[in-house]
């Protein structure tokens, strides 16, 4: 995975466990959220809550799973927590599958939202590009559509947690002519024994951010116990963004990140 995503034709993804079948451009990462709760008092418990995401050929997409024994009456409470402040623009019909589109403005790069329920899920389509008028969100879209009987699943088709990078191949923020642009940065969660234990602290994290779009090299230098340095280096492999550049073209930079935690 050392090269530049965009070299890779799209390919085929069904992980175990999902309703959809789809094409992405790039191989996705994984992040499993926390689950098993219920979803606001009187509300639709959360099975499980999975985000499969990656970047290639321009684009970022995030595919956003939440599992219900009633899906609907979790996205109906979901709309009004994951979509505040998003702007409604249509309902949408594409490969049989209908479901409601939203604009939101996430970190200043504009997403288009995609969502839907099937019989055992509400899903998120999250996607982004540089030009909002990129015909390559569309032909995600095209290649999205609802699993069959007939699908085998895809499970080798995910992302290496690691990849090396040279270090002179490697920028720091300054260097480049485009600084990198993050569309997507999932929010560590805490874990159980941390929130019994009142923990509260920071964990900073070292990584490159790659030119295929993925981070990789990742290295905590502030620790945290009961699993909070674990949670932060997973949700860090997460981020999604658009690579640096440095006199046009896709470069790998160096970037410190800082997770702070408060019960408070």
């Not at 191949?169 to 002519?177: A, D, G, K, N």
């Amino acid at each position: 995975m050392t090269r530049l995503q965009n070299d890779v034709a799209w390919i085929p993804f069904i992980p175990e466990g999902e309703e959809f079948a789809a094409k992405i451009p790039g191989l996705a990462t994984v992040l499993n959220e926390p689950a098993n709760y219920i979803y606001r008092k009187d509300g639709e418990r959360v099975l499980q809550h999975r985000d499969f995401s990656g970047y290639g050929n321009g684009l970022v997409f995030i595919i956003d799973s939440y599992k219900a024994k009633r899906p609907q009456k979790l996205m109906a409470a979901l709309l009004d927590g994951q979509l505040s402040g998003a702007t409604f623009e249509r309902e949408i019909t594409f490969n049989g599958i209908a479901g409601r589109q939203y604009q939101n403005n996430y970190l200043k790069v504009p997403l288009r939202v995609v969502c839907f329920t099937t019989d055992e899920h509400a899903y998120f389509l999250k996607l982004a590009a540089l030009d909002a008028a990129d015909p390559v969100i569309d032909k995600f879209l095209g290649g999205f559509r609802l699993r069959t009987r007939q699908d085998k699943e895809t499970p080798d088709s995910f992302a290496p947690e690691t990849f090396d990078l040279k270090q002179d191949q490697v920028f720091l923020p300054w260097e480049v002519t485009r600084k990198t642009v993050i569309a997507w940065k999932p929010i560590p969660a805490y874990t159980e024994k941390a929130r019994v234990d009142g923990l509260i602290g920071t964990v900073v994290v070292e990584a490159d951010f790659a030119a295929n779009g993925y981070v990789t090299n990742i290295k905590a230098t502030k620790e945290m116990k009961d699993g909070m340095t674990e949670k932060a280096i997973d949700c860090t492999r997460n981020i999604r963004f658009f690579p640096a550049e440095k006199d046009g073209k896709p470069v790998s930079v160096h970037m410190v990140l800082e997770y702070h935690f408060n019960l408070f």
